[in-house]
C-alpha cells in the first residue's frame, strides 16, 4: 500500500509543479550570485514536501520524529521562499529547533572508542551539546552538498541500502516492508531530481539531514557493537565538506557563513565541466555521480566489516587525504 500512495504521491507533486511554474512560485532560480554558479533554471523545490508527506505515510507512529522534522522542513521553507534571508538568523533558529529536538528525542552518545572523548561524554552537558554539535554539521553539510543535482539524493539512498542490507532498521523496530518503502520514495525522487522536475530545496536537506542523524545515533545507542566510526563513515561526506570549508574560509579570513564557489562538490564540477565542455554533457549531474560512484565503493568497504574500528578508522583516514589530494589538484587545473 505504501508503495502506491508514494507512487500517487509523485504524481500529485509532478501536477503541483506545473502550477508553481506557472506561477512563478517555489523555484529554485532567484537571481542570487552562487545559483549563477550551475543553472538558471527555475525547478520547483517540491522535495521536502514529497519527503515530509512520505514519511508520515511511512513512518506514522513516530510523531515525535515527526514533530521535529516538521519544524526544520519548516525553517528549511522558509529560505525557500526567501521569507528567512538572514544567514545568521536561520543558523540561530535551527539551534534552537535542534536543542529542543534532541532533548526530546534523547538523543545521546555515550561511546566514541576515544577514551578522552568518552570521559568527557560521562558529562550530560557535554554530551548534550556534542549531540548538537555532530547533528548540526550533518544538517548544514546535507544542505551544503545539495548544490549538484542528485548529490543529496544519491547519497542518502546508497546509506539507506546499507542500513537495509544489514538490517539495522530492525534495531528501531521498523518493518521490513517501512524501509523499503523509504528506499522507494528516496529512489522516486532521485528520478524526479536527476530530470529536473524538482529540487529538494532547504527545506529538504534540512529534513534528510536531521533524518539521518536520529536514525543512525539511535541504531548506535542500540547497539555499540557497531563500530562508531562505521557511523562517522556513512556520513563522512557532508560533514568533512562542512568543516573542510569552514577551516578553509577560516584560513583565508573569511566568514564561514559567507558562500563562495569552491567547495569541492563545485570544483569538480568545474573541473568536469573543463573536461566536457566539447560534449553535450550535462556537468552538474554527472558531476554528483562520480563523487556518489567514490562513495558507493568506500562505503561498500565499510560495510564488510562494520564492527571493526581499526578497518573504519583507515578508511576514513584514507577519504580525508584523497579528498584534499583531489581538492588541491583540481582546483589548481580549473585555475590555470
Known amino acids: ?81 526567501k521569507i528567512l534571508n538572514s544567514p545568521k538568523f536561520r543558523f540561530l533558529l535551527q539551534l534552537i529547533i535542534l536543542f529542543s529536538s534532541i532533548y526530546f528525542l534523547n538523543l545521546e552518545i555515550k561511546n566514541t572508542r576515544i577514551i578522552l572523548l568518552d570521559s568527557l561524554l560521562h558529562n550530560n552537558f557535554f554530551s548534550y551539546f556534542f549531540v548538537v554539535f555532530c547533528v548540526l554539521i550533518l544538517v548544514n553539510g546535507t544542505n551544503f552538498i545539495d548544490g549538484l543535482n542528485t548529490n543529496v539524493l544519491g547519497y542518502y539512498l546508497i546509506v539507506s541500502f546499507f542500513i537495509f542490507s544489514h538490517d539495522l532498521y530492525e534495531l528501531l523496530e521498523i518493518e521490513r516492508k517501512a524501509w523499503l518503502s523509504w528506499i522507494f520514495c528516496l529512489s522516486l525522487l532521485y528520478l524526479l531530481n536527476f530530470f ?37 563513515l556513512l556520513l563522512w561526506y557532508p560533514c568533512f565538506e562542512i568543516l573542510f570549508s569552514i577551516i578553509r574560509k577560516i584560513n583565508f579570513n573569511k566568514s564561514p557563513l559567507s558562500p563562495d564557489n569552491r567547495h569541492f562538490h563545485q570544483v569538480v564540477y568545474l573541473f568536469i565541466k573543463k573536461l566536457t565542455k566539447k560534449n553535450k554533457i550535462n556537468s552538474n549531474t554527472l558531476s554528483a555521480n562520480i563523487i556518489n560512484f567514490y562513495n ?41
Open 1 to 81: 500500500m505504501n508503495f502506491l500512495l508514494i507512487t500517487l504521491l509523485a504524481i500529485l507533486i509532478c501536477v503541483f509543479n506545473f502550477y508553481l511554474n506557472k506561477h512563478n512560485f517555489l523555484l529554485s532560480y532567484t537571481g542570487d550570485k552562487h545559483q549563477k554558479f550551475t543553472t538558471k533554471e527555475k525547478i520547483p523545490l517540491t522535495g521536502g514536501i514529497f519527503l515530509l508527506i512520505s514519511f508520515l505515510l511511512i513512518f506514522f507512529n513516530n510523531l515525535e520524529l515527526f514533530f521535529s522534522l516538521t519544524l526544520l522542513f519548516s525553517l528549511g521553507l522558509s529560505s525557500d521562499l
Open 196 to 232: 529536473k522536475q524538482l529540487f529538494i530545496g532547504d527545506s529538504g536537506a534540512y529534513f534528510l539531514g536531521f533524518f539521518y542523524a536520529y536514525f543512525l545515533i539511535k541504531i548506535f545507542s542500540i547497539d555499540t557493537t557497531i563500530s562508531p566510526f562505521f557511523i562517522i
Open 296 to 336: 558507493l565503493i568506500i562505503i561498500f568497504l565499510g560495510s564488510v566489516n562494520i564492527y571493526n574500528s581499526q578497518y573504519q578508522i583507515f578508511l576514513i583516514i584514507i577519504n580525508i587525504i584523497l579528498y584534499i589530494f583531489i581538492y588541491l589538484r583540481i582546483r589548481d587545473t580549473i585555475n590555470k
